[in-house]
């Protein structure tokens, strides 16, 4: 991938709220597989993981945040 941390994500709507779904499709797996984990270190592995899916759905503007999924 050639794009840097620098450079924003150009999307067409249709593309962000496709992105929004996808991302509100982990939180909620995240969420299951977090609350069924009996490890501890993998638990907490998910929960970083859920944090940073959750960043970009505040990158992704309102629509990934409705929770409409």
């Given at each position: 991938m050639n794009a840097t941390a620098h450079e924003p994500l150009s999307l067409t709507s249709e593309e962000?709220?496709?992105?929004?779904?996808?991302?509100?499709l982990?939180?909620?797996r995240l969420l299951v597989e977090i609350r069924h984990t009996d490890h501890r270190a993998f638990r907490d592995e998910l929960r970083h993981r859920l944090t940073v899916v959750e960043s970009l759905m505040e990158h992704c503007g309102p629509a990934a945040s409705t929770g409409s999924v």
């Open positions: 962000r709220e496709v992105l929004a779904e996808l991302l509100e982990a939180r909620v």
